[in-house]
């Protein structure tokens, strides 16, 4: 089995573009949510906010690639150019056969789908509609406008698993690499922000619907005031090799991928299942081949949501007790769906590589139903030499991710 490293990423949300960008917000211990003019104008929405990203530049992007592109493709394509940046990659070895490119989303790009059944519906008139339209909707539109912006020539996957999206494709991409089929690949997710998501969640009882004029509270992972999930949209894409390659050709490496494990729960499609979440961490560890008091930090997944929360603290104190700090970005940067997988790996990254914690934003009262954690309220200076990364979805579907540090030596704890 081969070693699989992380040797670059790239990553956009509400706060900007780029890894110093989130960093420096999430040091802060600001919340990137806010109300969302544009919601008002849909009747039966209760949910008025979101974290939304201002002023997107895509002058980098190639119109003859900008052109196939929605919101979402346009958000993974340039977390993907910073990614490529970062990994100092160049294009002869994007372009062989053996490297990979696999994006997630939770549905494709529902605001391209939007303004193609407007204009379907303004004229009665499928003719209406350009043909160009197919590759800014499609539900592989980030997979496959990233391969063609970067020339990525080997195998170009989608993972389609609603908020597990990004995780999923992360973890697929670790273990091609790691049983040799791919080499390397590019992998990630996007979430563009948009009322059919939202409103999704709104029909569910899953949002956050008590703070429209207070939107900076919301959500409130893991607090006894919560009240629901806020979304939020971004993108982040890691470059993940072999160590061989990574070696040879001389790569900065940021971390290293030490397991993974993906498992269903079906006990309830809409509800997360502590048992299952357990499990899913357990597999994890084991794929890692490390014991659960390795761990330094977890990276929940935790949405602000009553059920979710709860049964994630269940999951987590299971397994670690109150001896690893734990905190949820998403008091920060709403919930991201599909690339919230990848934006949070990304940002505990920077965490390990930093030697801090960034806490939970709008935790100011521990629910009583998430006991039994050692939660993060506020920025704590502490190494962290390996992390774990929760994601759940809708359906049933656990996704847990376990990267370090790279040591020379491979570590069996």
């Known amino acids: 089995m081969k070693r699989v490293v992380i040797s670059g990423y790239g990553v956009n949300c509400c706060f900007g573009f780029g890894a110093e960008v989130l960093r420096t917000a999430l040091r802060s211990g600001r919340s990137g949510v806010r109300f969302i003019e544009e919601l008002n104008s849909y009747n039966g929405l209760h949910c008025k906010i979101g974290a939304k990203i201002e002023n997107v530049n895509v002058s980098t992007i190639p119109r003859v690639n900008r052109r196939f592109m929605g919101r979402l493709a346009q958000l993974g394509a340039l977390a993907a150019l910073e990614a490529r940046t970062c990994s100092e990659m160049g294009n002869d070895l994007i372009s062989r056969p053996d490297m990979g490119c696999i994006m997630g989303s939770t549905m494709g790009s529902a605001q391209s789908m939007d303004e193609t059944f407007r204009t379907i519906i303004a004229s009665n008139n499928l003719g209406e509609v350009s043909g160009i339209q197919f590759f800014k909707c499609a539900s592989h539109t980030v997979a496959m406008n990233v391969a063609q912006l970067l020339g990525i020539k080997g195998s170009i996957l989608s993972t389609a698993s609603a908020c597990s999206s990004s995780l999923q494709s992360i973890g697929l991409g670790y273990q091609l690499i790691r049983s040799g089929i791919l080499d390397a690949a590019f992998c990630g997710g996007a979430e563009e922000l948009h009322a059919l998501a939202i409103g999704s969640f709104d029909s569910l009882f899953a949002a956050s619907t008590s703070y429209n004029d207070t939107p900076q509270l919301s959500p409130r992972p893991f607090d006894a005031d919560r009240d629901g999930l806020v979304c939020g949209e971004g993108a982040g894409v890691l470059v993940l090799e072999s160590l061989e390659s990574a070696l040879t050709r001389g790569a900065t490496i940021h971390g290293e991928v030490l ?35 390795k761990v330094d930090y977890v990276c929940a997944h935790a949405t602000g949501t009553r059920q979710g929360d709860a049964a994630e603290a269940a999951a987590i104190a299971a397994v670690f007790g ?17 690339a919230s ?4 790996t990304v940002a505990s990254l920077i965490m390990m590589n930093e030697g801090e914690i960034y806490p939970t934003v709008n935790l100011d009262h521990p629910s009583d139903d998430c006991n039994g954690i050692m939660h ?38």
Do not use: M, W
């Not at 109150?322 to 599909?338: E, I, R």
């Not at 997988?341 to 949070?344: K, L, N």
């Not at 656990?398 to 020379?408: S, T």
């Open 259 to 293: 397991g993974y494990s993906t498992c269903g729960n079906t006990n309830n499609i809409s509800q997360s299942d502590s048992e299952s979440i357990t499990r899913c961490i357990v597999q994890a560890l084991a794929d890692a081949g490390i014991n659960a008091d």
């Open 341 to 344: 997988g990848v934006i949070e």
């Open 376 to 413: 993060v309220r506020e920025k704590l200076e502490r190494p962290i030499d390996i992390f774990l990364k929760n994601s759940f979805a809708f359906g049933g579907i656990n996704a847990v991710l376990v990267c370090g540090k790279y040591h020379e030596t491979k570590r069996y704890l």
């Open 322 to 338: 109150n001896n690893v700090p734990v905190s949820s970005l998403k008091g920060a940067l709403g919930h991201t769906l599909g």
